[in-house]
């Protein structure tokens, strides 16, 4: 099973996928949210170049567990991605994580324009990570 993890973002959205086996999240696309929801074309061309079965979204809850305030837009957008993609999108705690890409990219030394692009790829492929091992814990 391909499952894709999505990082939401009001201007960017990171892209990761996984292997075939689902053990492994690698970052993949960095998409720019366009106006005329062209985004969501990309992402269903992604879908469907990689053949994927799932998507996996981040959701933004607060560190006392409550939904955040651009939780309930991540709702909305993943309802209308499940609807036009045909495939199931599951949400997934994404708290620390893009906290934890900029710890990533820190260590690999990675900064300024490169660093903007690749950080919300490596927060989705944290977010899918963590799904990918909930599938395999007992």
């Known amino acids: 099973?391909?499952?894709?993890?999505?990082?939401y973002g009001t201007r960017r959205i990171g892209i990761a996928i996984s292997d075939p086996?689902?053990?492994m999240a690698l970052p993949l696309a960095t998409i720019e949210v366009k106006a005329d929801q062209s985004h969501l074309e990309a992402i269903r061309k992604l879908a469907d170049d990689y053949?994927?079965?799932r998507l996996v979204v981040g959701l933004p809850y607060n560190m006392d567990g409550t939904l955040s305030e651009h939780g309930a837009r991540v709702m909305e957008w993943a309802r209308s991605l499940q609807g036009v993609l045909g495939r199931p999108v599951i949400l997934w705690d994404e708290r620390l994580t893009t906290f934890e890409a900029h710890g990533?990219?820190?260590t690999?030394?990675?900064?300024?324009?490169?660093?903007?692009d690749k950080v919300?790829?490596?927060?989705?492929?944290?977010?899918?990570?963590?799904?990918l091992d909930s599938l395999i814990t007992p």
Not at 109 to 115: E, F, P
Not at 120 to 131: H, R, T
């Open 51 to 53: 053949r994927v079965d």
């Open 21 to 23: 086996s689902s053990t």
């Open 108 to 116: 690999l030394r990675i900064k300024g324009a490169k660093r903007r």
């Open 104 to 106: 990533v990219l820190d």
């Open 120 to 131: 919300d790829q490596v927060a989705a492929s944290l977010i899918l990570k963590e799904y």
């Open 1 to 7: 099973m391909i499952c894709m993890g999505i990082d």
